[in-house]
């Protein structure tokens, strides 16, 4: 996008800026400035543009230099997010959300907020299987059953769930809480958990009675 072309040029120049000024490496500089650089292409497949705070602040440099870049696969973009992008902002043509203007970090899960989030919520699902341990309480590994669900899937009478969107069945189309079916199985991890802690005999659910916000029409409704 020729739009972005003195954008480029202005990052090379303000960390050429700062590698003379001992302010940076240069092999750091160099790769930032790949990271940085925005390039769109005719057709499809272009990544959209995203807001960053994990750059390196230019904006002391020169105010244009704001913390963005394209975003890649290691980067998610929330569920929502596909009604926005493209849209323009007060009408303008040439302001266009994800591609001339960067999407705002609400829209945006970067490689490096997953890393921190995956280090929070694994130290605090430690200290819950900690408390539980100390407590002689019953504990149900959530985040294993995540885990299962978004990779090989759990199977439990006689239906398969998985963290595909719309077709896993265990989440709705919200893409964050759990459908019906969902919940039921966690119900029955939990009644499992208890179970074998405390030598009970608890019933689980059918996953058979649960909606899978399927359409009426739809297989394994």
Known sequence: MAAYGAYNAGITQAFAFLVANNLISRANADAEIAKRTITFRAGAGNAVVIRDEY?????????????????TAEDLIVLPASSFIGTTVGGNPQLINGVSVPLADKWVLSKNEISELKTATDAYNGIIQAAATANNLAFMDAKAVMDALSTTGITANNYTLNASFVSGGAFSLDGFHPSPRGYALLANKFIQAINTKYGSNLNGVNLGNYRILFPRDAANF
Do not use: H
């Open 55 to 71: 750059l390196t602040n230019l904006t002391n440099i020169n105010p244009a230099l704001v913390s963005m870049r394209q975003a």
